[in-house]
């Protein structure tokens, strides 16, 4: 139990340093913040949409070969998205962004700040570009899911990034991977919440819940766990649990971003 | 200056110190504050036209602001001011501000979260519990428990059961 005494001296200490620090914020003019989203949504180079264009045809073309005719509507792993350019506003509704960590050069871009290098074994991940690694542990992680390759693919260090808001990621380089025809899936790899929750998609060792874990980057985060979303328009909507168990009561959220 | 430029500007002059404050709070460092209280009115600019329309458009930005100063507890610790390292023109931290960002982030997130709130920024158990979605009694409970964690690490350790 607290006593009045810890209350007090808490209270005391938290509004100190919230008044000294309010008292002597930095100015920040709002136009520069303004100013750094239009950066921040530059369109694409042109020659790295279209190469991820003609690879997502590619590979659409190869997996009709293999497994028949996709079926539209059929599930929720359409062939849709996978050629869209890297940042996809929808006006006031759920912002469609393509993940692009490498320059047209196939290195890392410049904007990733990678705070960590690992190495290990990877499996073809949840769509064309992205991998499941095993690796030596970095903090307290050693599976980096989802890692994506560049034009070189496993040749060069994949990019596991951490929360995509984050723009952090480890440089993961693959000693072996496995064989087998790459997935066509266009499930979003990450959904950011209208709480400001971020909850990663995992496809293993995940008990029949999820399949979206909100707790991967931030363990206290709520809700914590989510269904795949339902794409609508302007707006996708998710049911996500408090709780991670059978019995936690679903709840409606708006997703403000998807990233593929 | 469009109609929606203007009304975020006087919403971020509104809003930037108090989430500063709270960023600094739980990072411990006036840069990563800075640096995070931005990110967090970046976003709230990139959704504009639907965070407006919420109830509390401050709330949503303060909840991605929280939950970007918890995943950067991974990435860097506070620390005191260095004369020899730090850039011109940083601002000391003082090293009661170092313990302070260092016995929240001792916490787990939600909790810090709630001290912060309630302790710090005067919220209702209530509206303590609404925000991070969880009912009043958990609020009490992690409130409780940060209290005697953040008391005993600041030094003022609670005389109960001596």
């Known amino acids: 139990m607290t006593t009045p005494q810890d209350e007090a001296s808490v209270r005391s200490a938290l509004e100190r340093a919230l008044a000294e620090a309010q008292r002597t914020a930095p100015s920040v003019e709002p136009g520069d913040v303004r100013r750094r989203a239009r950066r921040w949504w530059r369109r694409p180079r042109l020659d790295v949409t279209i190469t991820i264009a003609v690879a997502a045809v590619l590979v659409l073309a190869l997996a009709s070969l293999l497994v028949g005719p996709l079926r539209p509507g059929h ?76 034009p070189q693919g496993t040749r060069a260090p ?92 679903f709840t409606s959220y708006t997703v403000v971003t998807v990233w593929h | 200056m469009s109609e929606p430029e203007e009304e975020f500007d006087a919403f971020f002059r509104r809003v930037w110190g108090g ?59 506070p620390r005191r001011f260095d004369p020899a390292g730090d850039a011109p023109g940083t601002v000391e931290v003082s090293d009661q501000h170092v313990l302070l960002a260092q016995a929240m982030r001792s916490l787990p997130g939600k909790q810090a979260r709630a001290l912060l709130l309630h302790d710090g920024i005067g919220m209702t158990i209530s509206q303590t519990a609404r925000d991070l979605g969880v ?21 003022t350790p609670s005389t109960e059961g001596r």
Not at chain 1, 87 to 101: D, H, K, L, R
Not at chain 1, 177 to 195: H, R
Not at chain 2, 32 to 55: F, G, I, N, P
């Open chain 2, 19 to 77: 989430l500063y404050a709270q960023a600094f709070v739980l990072t411990g460092s006036r840069e990563v504050a800075q640096d995070l209280t931005q990110e967090s009115l970046l976003r709230a600019w990139k959704h504009w036209a639907r965070v407006a329309d919420y109830d509390d458009p401050e709330g949503w930005t303060r909840r991605v602001l929280h939950n970007l100063c918890i995943q950067s507890w991974r990435r860097s610790r």
């Open chain 1, 158 to 249: 994949l990019v596991c990034p951490g929360d995509p808001r984050s723009r952090t990621a480890v440089a993961f380089t693959a000693t072996s991977v496995s064989a087998g025809a790459p997935s066509t899936a266009t499930t979003p790899w990450a959904i950011e919440l209208s709480n400001g929750t971020t909850c990663a998609f995992v496809n293993a060792a995940w008990g029949g819940l999820g399949p979206y874990d909100c707790q991967y980057w931030e363990p206290s985060s709520s809700p914590a766990d989510c269904h795949v979303p339902q794409e609508g328009r302007p707006t996708w909507t998710v049911q996500c649990q408090t709780d991670k168990t059978d019995a936690s009561p």
């Open chain 1, 75 to 150: 599930g929720h792993r359409g062939p849709r998205g996978t050629t869209r350019p890297a940042t996809t506003p929808v006006p006031t509704g759920t912002m469609v962004e393509i993940y692009q960590p490498f320059t047209a050069a196939g290195t890392i871009d410049p904007d990733i700040d990678i705070t960590a290098h690992a190495m290990g074994i990877c499996f073809n991940g949840e769509t064309s570009r992205t991998y499941r690694c095993f690796g030596n542990t970095v903090g307290d992680r050693n599976i980096f899911d989802p890692c994506f390759a560049g």
């Open chain 2, 135 to 155: 009912p009043d009694g958990t609020v009490k409970s992690w409130l409780s428990r940060g209290r005697r964690i953040v008391a005993l690490k600041l030094g």
